[in-house]
């Protein structure tokens, strides 16, 4: 177990926004040579045991994850959580909770597009969704690319789904502390995901990192889909400066959608300590 693993940990299910069921995933993991797994689903634990029993089917090495939205400094967050129980009570209601309001939210997003001319947008979106509860902005990009408004995903996040555009709707997620703590309590780690994403300055840069290793926040998304190797190369920096542990994950939502497929990143750079090292009483 070290930083030459092909450690993946992160990625989505049908559970949230990505397209393929736990069980295809395992697969997927299997034939790309992932060797540790971990299916991290948008504020979600509900896919947990059917990852796990497709991984041993696979005979792959698991950790339970999740990713919980969060809101700090007026932005959205993504922690990422790993190896913890996934019937943990407190951790179970706390992400009940998260989700609930994204109805509500995805009507005002449809009423927004209304205004601009597309109708029915929820209902375009529900038709994407394999999770009632969990409707997100993902879905209603599928429905706008498929009725041919926008050519792909990026187009529509562009145009539409982002603030100060159409269908945004500004929403109150968890709180960072309470993120942390629902993952740590019961028996996880927290790992912030994919830093380079949040457009912070680096005043509020420092506040995340510091405010998350003071609640008990242990890692940090070093190599993900969704950073650049120049990216990855800055956040292996704040990894070691923060003395935080690093994990490496696709990110991976859809064969069609994701820019990275499950199990095809570049190893972890040299000198960090990867959470697998951490975790690896939790492996399954
Ligand atoms: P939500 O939780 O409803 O706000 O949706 C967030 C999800 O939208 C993320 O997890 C990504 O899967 C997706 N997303 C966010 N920004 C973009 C983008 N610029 N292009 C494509 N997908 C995006
Ligand atoms: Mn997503
Ligand atoms: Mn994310
Ligand atoms: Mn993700």
Request: overall charge negative.
């Amino acid at each position: 177990m070290d930083r030459m693993m092909n450690a993946d940990l992160h990625c989505h299910s049908v559970i949230s926004d990505g397209t393929l069921t736990p069980e295809a995933l395992a697969e997927r993991a299997k034939t790309n040579g992932v060797e540790l797994w971990a299916l991290t689903d948008h504020d979600e634990v509900g896919g947990q045991d059917r990852a796990l029993a497709a991984a041993r089917a696979q005979g792959l090495p698991y950790l339970t994850g999740t990713e919980i939205s969060v809101t700090f400094a007026h932005q959205t967050v993504h922690i990422v959580g790993l190896g913890f129980d996934a019937h943990n009570r407190a951790l179970v209601e706390g992400l009940r909770r998260t989700r609930g309001g994204r109805s509500e939210r995805a009507q005002e997003m449809s009423d927004g597009l209304s205004k601009v001319g597309i109708r029915n947008a929820y209902e375009g979106a529900l038709q994407y969704v394999g999770n009632p509860e969990l409707i997100s902005r993902t879905h209603f990009a599928r429905h706008l690319v498929e009725t041919g408004v926008c050519s792909d995903t990026s187009e529509v996040f562009r145009k539409y789904l982002t603030e100060g555009k159409p269908g945004y709707v500004p929403h109150r997620w968890a709180r960072l502390q309470e993120a942390v703590q629902w993952i740590t309590d019961a028996g996880g780690m927290a790992i912030i995901a994919h830093p380079a994403r949040y457009g912070f300055t680096p005043n509020e840069e420092y506040a995340l990192f510091s405010e998350f290793k003071a609640h008990g926040g242990r890692g940090v998304e070093v190599v993900t889909g969704s950073h650049s190797s120049p990216e990855a190369v800055r956040y292996a920096e704040t990894a070691l400066e923060f003395n935080l542990a690093a994990s490496r994950g696709s990110d991976f939502h859809s064969p069609d959608e994701s820019r990275i497929d499950l199990g095809t990143l570049p190893y972890l750079p040299g000198q960090l300590t990867p959470v697998w090292e951490l975790l690896a009483d939790r492996i399954q």
